[in-house]
C-alpha cells in the first residue's frame, strides 16, 4: 500500500531555515511528479512548489527565490528546502503524489 510521511517541520524565528522531507513507499516513486501545498489556520490549501520525474520545478510567487524543490530517487524522498522564513509561511505542509497525500508536518515561523 502507498504512503508518504512528512518530516522536518517545526518552530523557527523569521529569517531561519527548515527543510522538509516526503518519503514515500508503495509506488514507482521516480515516475511521478511531486507537489508540495500547505494550509494556514482557517485558509484553504495552497500550492507550494511541484518537480516532476525530469526534474523540471514549478513555484508559488509566494515564495519563489526562497523555497527551493528537490528529489532523491535513490531514498525515494523529496524535499523542500524554505529559507528566509516568514511569518506567513506558517502552515501545515502536505507532499503530494499521483492521488496520494501525506498526513503533513506544521511549520511555525513566529518571533
Known amino acids: 500500500q502507498v504512503q508518504l510521511v512528512e518530516s522536518g517541520g517545526g518552530l523557527v524565528q523569521p529569517g531561519e531555515s527548515l527543510r522538509l522531507s516526503c518519503t514515500a513507499s508503495?509506488?514507482?516513486?521516480?515516475?511521478?511528479?511531486v507537489i508540495w501545498y500547505r494550509q494556514g489556520p482557517g485558509k484553504q490549501r495552497d500550492f507550494v512548489a511541484s518537480?516532476?520525474?525530469?526534474?523540471?520545478?514549478n513555484y508559488a510567487d509566494a515564495v519563489k527565490g526562497r523555497f527551493t524543490i528537490s528529489r532523491d530517487n535513490t531514498r525515494n524522498t523529496a524535499y523542500l528546502q524554505m529559507n528566509s522564513l516568514k511569518p506567513e509561511d506558517t502552515a501545515a505542509y502536505y507532499c503530494?503524489?499521483?492521488?496520494?497525500w501525506g498526513q503533513g508536518t506544521q511549520v511555525t515561523v513566529s518571533s
Open positions: 508503495g509506488l514507482a516513486f521516480s515516475l511521478f511528479t
Open positions: 503530494f503524489m499521483y492521488d496520494y
Open positions: 518537480i516532476t520525474r525530469r526534474n523540471i520545478t
